[in-house]
DNA sequence: CTTGACTCTATACCCTGGTACCGGGTTTAG
DNA sequence: CTAAACCCGGTACCAGGGTATAGAGTCAAG
């Protein structure tokens, strides 16, 4: 009934080792054993691995994945700090997406107006980045 | 007038070797030098290291961010190929933008629903990056 | 005119996030 | 019952993105 890792790696878009080193890495739980020593995953393991994936797409490291995963398994602290620290991360999340919306708007400027500009001219791409509000 | 290496790299938030780096690897142009051989650079140099700590934040690459920055340098291809580039790298940020959007409403869902949950049950942050859209 | 802060090149090393290979056991389809 | 396909742990290696150190030259203040 549990998955093996190959499953895993496979439905979850990495390789085998990979699903190993997070294991290793306290990214994905140790599941149990059969009899023969083969690991047997539950489903959500799958989902996991997908959710690494695509955090670490978005600049998480994996100790921040391994951090974000952690809220989630909250035997440790109480609801209160729980609240606090997915907070703080919402609020990482907030600056990652108005730093991507201010590069979009800049590359949108320079597709429609740079074909005017000089070609080594000061373009708008980092002046629009360097814009107050994406400084820090 | 020209800026030192050790002023950029204050002011761009890296270390002195960091700059160097970036310039062996294309990143920052290499400036020119005084007869000493100390690099001056100009002002500019400053906002593309930010942009590019900016960048890597993101989860971009420094080939990636070479390949932005090269957008403004558009010596090499036409307007229509600078539009078409640009375009392409908008549809990147505009996944990203959706999959952090997706990470923090599911965050927001664990804050504020979770208190009512039992410690190990399937809570719903997984559950929500998985869900359409958000796959691939 | 020297002393401390800064710069130069070059080489070596480090951490993160894996990947590759090994010799060996297991499971399953034919 | 055997061969292909899978899994095990262990070790070694790799690329990306830097960081550290060494040995030597330069510049600015007193």
Redesign the pocket.
Known sequence: MGL????V?ERGG?????I???ER?GLVPAPP???????TFPESAIRRVRF?RRA?ELGF???EIRDLLSLRENTTSGAKDLRERAKAKVADIDYKIRTLRAMKKALNDLAERCPGCGPLSDCPILDALDAKGMIA
């Open positions: 093996k890792i190959g499953d790696a990495v390789s085998l080792q990979t190993r080193y997070y890495e054993r059969l009899p023969s020593g083969y690991r690494i670490q490291s994996l100790a």
